[in-house]
């Protein structure tokens, strides 16, 4: 099947913030609004507080919650620095800071900000957690690893930086040390729904589906309303071959936010293998009109009106793929089907010679584009081809019979028989009977001969086994 997997689910976490703690009583009331989520009213109260008290850092810090609460990162940048310049020693103002320095991608001065962070209180677990989680961003894993480890030991349940620090592990390649520290985690946070997701991302990777869906399903009792993970189960049971519960899973995804392109994609997904086409075409649109340079739901979509047989959609939607990632070979193949499809073999051989420029020496390219030599009736071309697939997977049966057909195809019989031969020698039945019928001097060894006589045997008690089935059948339906 024509479709690419797309692994997009791991889940990081966010900065940690806290609420002042010492307060006025207007200040008291908007940090309450805030925390019951009525952050419209909570900064109204702040501003109030703020217009009064113009000095106290505190009624800043927490305004600038609320706005990164309601997405204005750059009003609660500013309110966090007007804080820090109120009280140079306000610990949760660099930290909090920092995390709008990172959703900036400044990452340096967040990383001087967090640093300001432990100075001034070393034993703030979060303060770890999030430079460490910076590291992460940078690729410095081990250093990543040792903030992490450094947050749980000031805070042993600290379930993001177990989480984090599993990332990670699995990032540096030892999976099994991730897993055994989300086992941790688990143990000690039986309700941490990240844990489980977390930990069914690493079972993904070690194809142990099952148990990856396990620990989806109990992830998403304990927090129902995570569409990511609907999204990654989706794909998962749809990797399952469960293409039913595949689209209810992306139902539901699209169900708390119907503006997210990837959940239309997961869906598309499984109705690609039900089949159901215009479904597809339909999905893979919405998902584009949601992220409009998304690769996957253009190849797929592609794909789909391949088998609709309107191929020219196709090829716009994979000329397209190509324009937003013109180094993927994915995109190049599919456009060499569909132009072949069209019998436009130029073209065809043209996207597969583009692909071989990207990969060079791939043994699935370079079989493709022998293909499509011999639909083009360039049967030495082809010939070189599988003589290079050969070189590459020596022990491929197919290969050297398909290499034998071409050559008897050009009336180099000798060739021909000597390709056979080494098909037949990997097995290969097809090569079997080539040779009893154009091959006189290799069906007359012994070797052939011995075989010849152990393959017979085999298709005779085949076609015993076959009458036998019938004849119960035919009893069967007597009774």
């Known amino acids: 099947m024509k479709k690419i997997a797309l692994a997009f689910f791991v889940i990081n976490s966010l900065f940690s913030t806290t609420f002042a703690q010492k307060t006025t009583d207007l200040l008291q009331q908007g940090i309450t609004l805030a925390i019951k989520k009525q ?32 997405g204005d990162l750059q009003s609660a940048l500013l309110d966090y620095s007007k804080a820090i310049e109120l009280n140079p020693n306000y610990t949760s103002s660099y930290i909090n800071r920092a995390s709008i320095y990172s959703n900036d991608n400044n990452l340096k001065l967040a990383l001087a900000d967090l640093n300001k962070g432990i100075e001034l209180s070393p034993s703030m677990a979060e303060a770890y957690n999030n430079r460490g989680y910076l590291l992460s961003l940078q690729k410095k894993y081990d250093e990543a690893i040792k903030d992490y480890t450094k947050a749980i030991d000031l805070n042993p349940s600290y379930a993001r930086a177990y989480i984090n620090k599993a990332i990670a592990i699995q990032a540096i390649g030892d999976r099994p040390s991730a897993l055994k520290l989300l086992n941790r985690l688990i143990e000690l946070v039986p309700n941490s729904a990240e844990a489980y997701f977390n930990r069914a991302d690493i079972y993904k990777s070690m194809n142990a589906y099952d148990f990856a869906l396990n620990d989806l399903d109990k992830g998403l009792l304990l927090n129902p309303n995570e569409l990511n993970a609907y999204i990654e189960r989706s794909q998962l049971k749809d990797d399952m071959g469960d293409d039913i519960g595949a689209i209810e899973d992306a139902r539901k995804a699209i169900t708390i936010d119907a503006n997210i392109a990837e959940a239309y994609y997961a869906r598309a997904r499984a109705e690609y293998d039900l089949p159901n086409y215009i479904g597809v075409i339909d999905d893979c649109t919405k998902a584009i009109a949601l992220k409009k340079e998304y690769y996957e739901a253009y190849i797929l979509r592609g794909n789909a009106y391949d088998y609709l047989l309107e191929y020219e959609k196709a090829l716009i939607d994979y000329s397209k793929a190509i324009d937003i990632k013109p180094k993927e070979v994915e995109a190049y193949i599919q456009r060499s089907v569909a132009r072949g499809a069209k019998k436009e073999f130029v073209g065809a051989l043209s996207d597969i010679n583009k692909a071989l420029m990207i990969k060079p020496g791939n043994y699935s390219l370079i079989a ?111 009774h």
């Open 368 to 478: 493709k584009r022998a293909d499509i030599y011999v639909v083009m009736k360039r049967y030495k071309d082809a010939i070189m081809d599988l003589s290079e697939c050969i070189r590459l997977q020596p022990d491929s049966a197919f290969t050297y019979y398909y290499r034998g057909i071409l050559k008897d195809s050009l009336n180099d019989s000798n060739g021909a028989c000597l390709d056979m031969e080494e098909a037949f020698h990997l097995q290969s039945m097809e090569a079997f009977n080539y040779i009893k019928e154009h091959c006189p001097n290799i069906a007359s060894t012994k070797i052939f001969q011995g075989i010849k006589l152990e393959y017979e045997g085999l298709e005779k008690e085949k076609k015993k086994a076959i009458i036998k089935v019938q004849s119960f059948a035919i009893q069967m339906q007597q």
């Open 39 to 70: 952050y419209d009213d909570a900064l109204v109260t702040l501003t109030d507080f703020i217009q009064q008290n113009p000095e106290n850092a505190d009624g800043y810090f927490n305004r600038g919650i609320v706005s990164a609460s309601l």
